[in-house]
Structures are given as structure tokens and as C-alpha cells.
């Protein structure tokens, strides 16, 4: 699908604010609602917008720590590295995580509220992961830039 210039306004309004309703987001780019509704519609079926969500303050939610940590496996066989994969989206204290080329395997960002709930994630779940070779973390001590919205176009 190609995104012509309203598709990308469309996609600018709401990532900056998802709460926009059609008639304010259509009054934002001087269009009747109809067709601005119709092409969030398209937007969302089309998989470009895949969901709406809520931004939490994590420090407001008493989870302060956040770790880098990068991964290194002991067998690189395509089945044992899905197994990986199966088991790491599993832990609900990794926020996301990356295949990387390197040095390292993986990347995890793991989010937690402190040093002993990092060392008790770490000795109690990423270690028992059979497949696991070696680790590296990285703390983060300030977070500068923390971006959500991608420039579109």
C-alpha cells in the first residue's frame, strides 16, 4: 500500500495522540469525517496502524531499573535458537528483544523495579533457560531520549 500525504498526516495526529476521534482528527486536516474514518479503517486493516495503546510512566509504577542485556547461545541449530525464541517472549520482565549480528545473539530490554529483582530474574528465569552461553548486561542510569512516533514520509 502506498501512503499519500493525508495517510501520513493521519499517521503523524495519531501517534502523537490516539485518542484523536475522527472528528477532531478530520478538523485537523480540513477533511470531512467520512473519509478521514475511511482511511484510518484502511489504515488499520492494512496492518500500518497495528494497535492502539496506552504509554505508562514506568517509574510511576515502581519499575525503575532498566537493563540491556545481550545474549550469546551455546548452539546456533535453527531449532534450538526458536526454542530460545519461545522461551523469551515468555517472561513478562523482557520488553522487547532483538536478533542481533556480533558478538551477541540477542538483545533483551528488561524492565524491573530494582537490583534484586534484576539478580532474582536473572538467577531464577534467564538462567534456566537451557540454551544460554553467556550474558552482558548493561544498566541504563538515565533515560535521554525515549521516542514512540516514526517520522512518516
Known amino acids: 500500500m502506498k501512503l499519500d500525504i493525508i495517510d501520513k498526516e493521519i499517521l503523524k495526529h495519531l501517534q502523537a495522540d490516539a485518542h484523536l476521534t475522527t472528528k477532531e482528527l478530520a478538523s485537523r486536516l480540513n477533511l470531512s469525517p467520512t473519509p478521514v474514518y475511511e482511511r484510518v479503517r484502511r489504515l488499520e486493516k492494512e496492518g500500518i496502524i497495528k494497535s492502539y495503546v496506552a504509554l505508562v510512566d514506568r517509574e510511576k509504577i515502581e519499575k525503575d531499573l532498566m537493563v540491556f542485556c545481550n545474549i550469546r547461545l551455546k548452539e546456533h541449530a535453527q531449532e534450538a535458537g526458536a526454542k530460545f525464541v519461545q522461551q523469551i517472549v515468555q517472561l513478562e520482565e523482557v520488553m522487547e528483544c532483538y536478533n542481533i549480528s556480533g558478538e551477541y545473539d540477542f538483545m533483551i530490554k528488561i524492565i524491573v523495579k530494582d537490583m534484586r529483582e534484576y539478580q532474582s ?5 534467564l538462567a534456566s533457560l537451557a540454551n ?10 538515565s533515560e535521554i531520549k525515549y521516542e514512540t512516533a516514526y517520522k512518516v514520509g
Do not use: A, E, Q
Open 121 to 125: 530474574f536473572l538467577m531464577n528465569k
Open 132 to 141: 544460554i552461553g553467556s550474558t552482558h548486561s548493561i544498566f541504563v542510569m
